[in-house]
């Protein structure tokens, strides 16, 4: 089973900062690397697809990078709607996993 | 846009049977794609649980292979999930999805005597 590891775990950011979250695979996983964000008591949202590609909808402050083994989901210029908890998911291996959640906070 | 609407009992008694359908509008479950089970605790993080395609092909959680059964009605435009012998364990917002894309917005099953 491949293992996501995100980091960090919680992340406090002030209006119009940068936020960066980064997700590590245990083996490589190409680029079969996708991100998520839920708010509370709403279902996870699809922001990035095959680790860069964007999602039609997704405001343009949401990116991602990186390929094999380190992804990176960077949000700029944060927004007060930003608030929420950020997943990784891969595609690439059975079973599909998850990563352990980022939550990120406004300041 | 593809929706998916999960639906089903929503507290079960341990030892029991729990059994979701979802419902897919908007598109076509024979369409190129794995539809699937993610499964969410109270305050905890995503479980992956199983897919299935069109086929009838099927992949499960080692975690949950022993108890699960994913199933796909194509007449009926929707799948299904279940799972025996439910402890509080399987407490949890439940969820369908289609490949990585679209998720329904789940439903809260509660395992209590």
């Known amino acids: 089973e491949i293992v996501l590891t995100q980091s960090p775990d919680f992340q406090s950011v002030t209006p119009k900062g940068k936020v960066t979250i980064t997700c590590r695979a245990s083996?490589?996983?190409?680029?079969?690397l996708h991100w998520y964000q839920q708010k509370p008591d709403q279902s996870p949202k699809l922001l990035i697809k095959?680790?860069?590609q964007s999602i039609s909808g997704v405001p343009s402050r949401f990116s991602g990078s990186g390929s094999g083994t380190d992804f990176t989901l960077t949000i700029n210029s944060l927004e007060a709607e930003d608030a929420a908890t950020y997943y990784c998911?891969?595609?690439?291996?059975?079973?599909?996993?998850f990563g352990q959640g980022t939550k990120v906070e406004i300041k | 846009q593809v929706q998916l609407q999960e639906s089903g009992p929503g507290l079960l008694k341990p030892s029991g049977t729990l059994s979701l359908t979802c419902a897919v509008s908007?598109?076509?479950?024979?369409?190129?794609?794995?539809w699937s089970w993610i499964r969410q605790p109270p305050g905890k993080g995503l479980e992956w649980i199983g897919e299935?395609?069109?086929?009838?092909?099927?992949n499960y959680n080692p975690s949950l292979k022993s108890r699960v059964t994913i199933s796909v009605d194509k007449s009926k435009n929707q799948f299904s999930l279940k799972l025996i012998s439910v402890t509080a364990a399987d407490t949890a917002m439940y969820y369908c999805g289609r490949g990585v894309d679209y998720w329904g917005q789940g439903t809260l099953v509660t395992v209590s005597s």
């Open positions: 908007a598109g076509s479950i024979s369409s190129s794609n794995w």
């Open positions: 083996q490589s996983i190409g680029s079969n």
């Open positions: 095959f680790a860069s």
């Open positions: 299935i395609y069109h086929s009838g092909s099927t």
């Open positions: 998911h891969q595609s690439s291996s059975l079973p599909r996993t």
